[in-house]
């Protein structure tokens, strides 16, 4: 159903470094990245995207704090889940709560969360079982 979804930085470069860190050992990596030359407004605004094969989760540059948001990245194991967590607070990024399973969603729900550079609820959740 989603093609791609964005999220905004006033840390474009935390943010750049936190989601490589984080989104590797869910097998995705930085695609893309650009600069808006073409808007007036900010031409030096930096953009750039993850995926596993192609670019569906962006991180854009901003002036000005955005409203958190929360994002959930799939993954296949629960030790992706767990590798996820560590790579997250290796970038200094605050624990929002540690791998485990989360049964309030359902008996194989197992995330993990962190706050991304800006303030963004980011998570990892694999749904299988154990």
Request: glycine letters at 6%; proline letters at 8%.
């Amino acid at each position: 159903m989603i093609d791609h979804v964005s999220a905004y930085t006033t840390h474009y470069e935390d943010a750049r470094r936190f989601y490589s860190a984080v989104l590797a050992p869910l097998g995705s990596k930085l695609q893309r990245e650009i600069t808006t030359t073409w808007d007036p407004e900010f031409p030096t605004r930096r953009m750039c995207a993850f995926g596993p094969e192609r670019p569906i989760f962006w991180v854009i540059e901003v002036r000005e704090p955005s409203t958190p948001r929360h994002a959930a990245f799939s993954a296949t194991t629960r030790a992706q889940v767990d590798a996820f967590h560590r790579a997250a607070l290796a970038t200094g990024a605050r624990d929002n709560g540690a791998p485990g399973v989360r049964a309030i969603y359902h008996p194989n729900y197992y995330g993990a969360f962190v706050f991304d550079p800006d303030g963004n609820n980011v998570e990892a959740v694999c749904h299988a079982p154990a």
